[in-house]
């Protein structure tokens, strides 16, 4: 792994087992708070080779990082970047031509709760696949795109998502203390509402609407509620202008 910062970090800690891959960090930051091998830069490998290079160093400093390392990468072997906004060729460059797998894993993933999404260049193989899969999985979920284009649609949803999720929590705390609750107890209110729903969606795989509807009895509290929160349109208006805007963001960092 070429560089370790938070996001690096947490993921690491996650793909670590002792029936696992065996990972060396290179980071000249030091080494990270997880036991493992650890050098400060490519003279420090002493001709070792790996069959994977994770590439988490932030992407303006892929350029520069990347070709030092390129030659401890097997002949056969690939490299998973976590780089955003970079294209799969332009790390294959970097590192030497080598093939390569696009991992963009949203904040969530850092508690094994995440979703990521997922890019291969057609060169990658099944084997290779499968293994960059394995790391996704023990982060939370996963999804493969078939384009670049894909990994900046996601990044839209899923990437700034717990943006769009903490910013309603936030306005859903509001409420609850406008009704009457304080600080801490209108905090635990909201989160556990919050949680507690999305256990149940995840565990009834039925449209969102009707699992809406089977709580929803007719002229009752939250037939009220959801009356109100959708006068207008304004909630689903709001939401489609934010992914609308984050992709478009995401397609000028490219």
């Given amino acids: 792994m070429v560089g370790c910062g938070k996001m690096g970090g947490a993921l690491l800690s996650r793909w670590l087992s002792p029936d696992g891959p065996a990972f060396v960090v290179a980071d000249p930051a030091g080494p990270p708070s997880l036991d493992v091998a650890h050098v400060e830069g490519p003279s420090e490998l002493d001709g070792q080779c790996f069959d994977l290079m994770v590439a988490a160093v932030k992407p303006q400093l892929l350029g520069q990082v990347l070709p030092s390392y390129a030659e401890y990468l097997e002949p056969d072997g690939f490299v998973l970047s976590m780089a955003a ?3 799969a060729s332009t790390v294959s460059t970097a590192a030497g031509g080598a093939p390569v797998i696009r991992i963009m ?16 260049e057609d060169r990658i193989n099944a084997e290779q696949k499968e293994l960059a899969e394995n790391f996704a999985a023990a982060a939370g979920r ?35 203390r406008e009704a009457g609750f304080d600080e801490a107890t209108s905090r635990e209110l909201v989160l556990g509402t919050v949680a507690g729903t999305a256990a149940m969606a995840l565990e009834d795989q039925r449209p969102f609407a009707e699992l809406r509807d089977d709580v929803t009895s007719p002229n009752g509290t939250t037939q009220a509620g959801l009356t109100a929160m959708g006068e207008g349109g304004v909630l689903e208006d709001r939401l489609r202008s934010a992914v609308r805007a984050a992709y478009n963001r995401a397609v000028e960092l490219r």
Avoid at 162 to 172: K, M, S
């Fill in 85 to 87: 906004g970079t294209s």
């Fill in 105 to 120: 894993p949203n904040l969530p993933a850092a508690v094994g709760q995440g979703v990521s999404a997922l890019y291969a």
């Fill in 142 to 176: 996963f999804v493969w795109v078939e384009d670049e284009d894909g990994i900046d649609r996601f990044t839209a949803v899923a990437g700034s998502g717990p943006g769009y999720v903490f910013e309603l929590l936030r306005a859903y705390q509001d409420a609850a």
